[in-house]
């Protein structure tokens, strides 16, 4: 992470929220006691803020400076609230594409992502407040600045997040080399948004337990996948295809 977009110390970071700056991620120690701290911890609770506690050598990690155990990373964009964007691309009558980003966790895969996601017409990137890659400097150089461009939403549960699509009439296909099926079998031409797993793990099982189809690219040689962030361009090129 940049160290531009990291704030450390507690009265430092209550400035921060209270002037308006989209916190990414918080990070808390563990146990950590006075009335300034309860401050913080009051306002970040009602800003529906999601906190990381962590051991004191964790923060000694991400900054040597007097952090007096809180160290904060802000955004460079600011989030979208995913009923709201889903209820916007309805009512404006295109049919809805959408990309679920299952705790993916390289900022460089997340920007290439975001940037392919741009380019082809997706209305917005979902992911889950923790776990995931970060909206970082490094996201945005990767995005080749497409991170400024297309709406991304925090969500706290993955799961969730697909009830609602699901209810709102948008299947949700897993990209995963566990399908049977191939992408070239999944009509994609209907409102659809794609869910990509993680770099290491791919979807996590409870996830591909609620999904509509799961689908997977045809794959030959000894290499079994794609990096997720070519894969995903696949993905979103054949949904191309077969709108035009």
């Known amino acids: 992470m940049k160290n531009e977009s990291l704030i450390f110390g507690i009265r430092a970071i209550i400035e921060a929220i209270t002037s308006g700056k ?3 991620k918080l990070f808390i120690q563990k146990g950590l006691q006075g009335e300034l701290s309860k401050e913080l911890l009051t306002l970040v609770r009602r800003q529906n803020i999601t906190i990381n506690y962590v051991p004191v050598e964790k923060l000694n990690r991400l900054t040597r400076k007097n952090h007096q155990g809180a160290v904060a990373y802000t955004s460079p964009i600011d ?3 995913l009923e709201n964007l889903v209820l916007k691309v309805i009512e404006s009558g295109e049919t809805p594409l959408f990309l679920i980003l299952d705790q993916l966790s390289d900022v460089r895969n997340f920007g290439a992502i975001i ?3 741009a380019c082809t017409g997706v209305h917005g990137i979902i992911i889950q407040k923790k776990g995931g890659a970060p909206v970082n400097a490094d996201t945005v150089k990767t995005s080749a600045g497409a991170v400024f461009q297309i709406p991304i939403c925090k969500v706290d549960h993955i799961k969730d997040a697909m ?3 699901q209810g709102s009439g948008i299947q949700v296909i897993a990209a995963t080399e566990k399908a049977t099926d191939t992408i070239y079998e999944a009509n994609l031409a209907i409102p659809t ?5 993680s770099e290491g793990k ?3 099982s409870s996830v591909l337990q609620l999904v509509d189809k799961q689908a997977k690219l ?12 070519v894969a995903c361009g696949v993905f979103l090129y054949e949904t191309i295809r077969q709108r035009q």
Request: hydrophobic share 45%; no cysteine.
């Open 22 to 24: 989209t916190i990414d």
């Open 79 to 81: 989030f979208y609230e």
């Open 115 to 117: 940037r392919t996601a």
């Open 163 to 165: 009830f609602y699509l």
């Open 193 to 197: 948004a794609i869910i990509m797993g």
């Open 202 to 204: 791919g979807i996590s």
């Open 218 to 229: 045809p794959m030959y040689g000894e290499i079994g996948s794609l990096n997720v962030s």
